[in-house]
């Protein structure tokens, strides 16, 4: 006779869904215009996620995973290197917040634009994960990705050029 606590049991037990704190967690996304977030205690984690204007936040899960650490050498080099470009690109697009950038919706993926390409306005041109959210960043407006200023894997800082569309 198996126990409530044994694990038979638990693979049987149905699921008890928190149905007020998944409208909570949706109102949040809504409220702060967030495409996902994911919460977690003891033995429970609810994560709610909504499509952003081009792409499913869900097909960006595993992008972090994926990515390969930074060393602590390459990052100096990487924000030395910002700088100057941010002085000749006084139109590139900044970046919103500190996280780190990806330039495809998930590991093997091509990248959602290269440069060279023809872009619309909104459409998402790079990803940033800070605090595990994936951030889709758009073009402010039509035109042609002249310049990528980042490289996928890279930390960037809150105002730090991403990239150029002219």
């Known amino acids: 006779m198996a126990d409530d606590k044994s694990p038979a049991h638990a693979k049987n037990a149905a699921m008890k869904v ?3 704190l998944v409208r909570e967690l949706a109102q949040l996304l809504t ?3 967030l495409t996902e977030i994911e919460v977690e205690d ?3 984690r609810i994560r ?3 499509q952003s204007s ?3 936040a869900t097909s960006m899960i595993a992008a972090p995973v994926a990515a390969a650490p930074l060393t602590a050498t390459a990052a100096p080099a990487t924000a030395a290197a910002a700088n100057p470009i941010a002085e000749e690109h006084g139109d590139a697009v900044k970046s919103p917040m500190v996280g780190t950038v990806f330039l495809q ?3 093997g993926a091509p990248p959602f634009k290269s440069v060279g390409d023809a872009v619309a ?3 998402t041109i790079i990803i940033i994960e800070a605090m595990k959210v994936m951030n889709a960043i758009a073009a402010p407006h039509g035109g042609k990705l002249v310049k990528m200023l980042v490289t996928s894997g890279q930390p960037v800082e809150f105002d730090q050029p991403l990239f150029v569309v002219a």
């Open 121 to 123: 306005e909104g459409e």
């Open 18 to 20: 928190d149905v007020e």
């Open 48 to 50: 709610v996620a909504r």
């Open 42 to 44: 003891n033995d429970r």
């Open 105 to 107: 919706p998930e590991p």
């Open 31 to 33: 409220d702060t215009d």
């Open 54 to 56: 081009s792409v499913a």
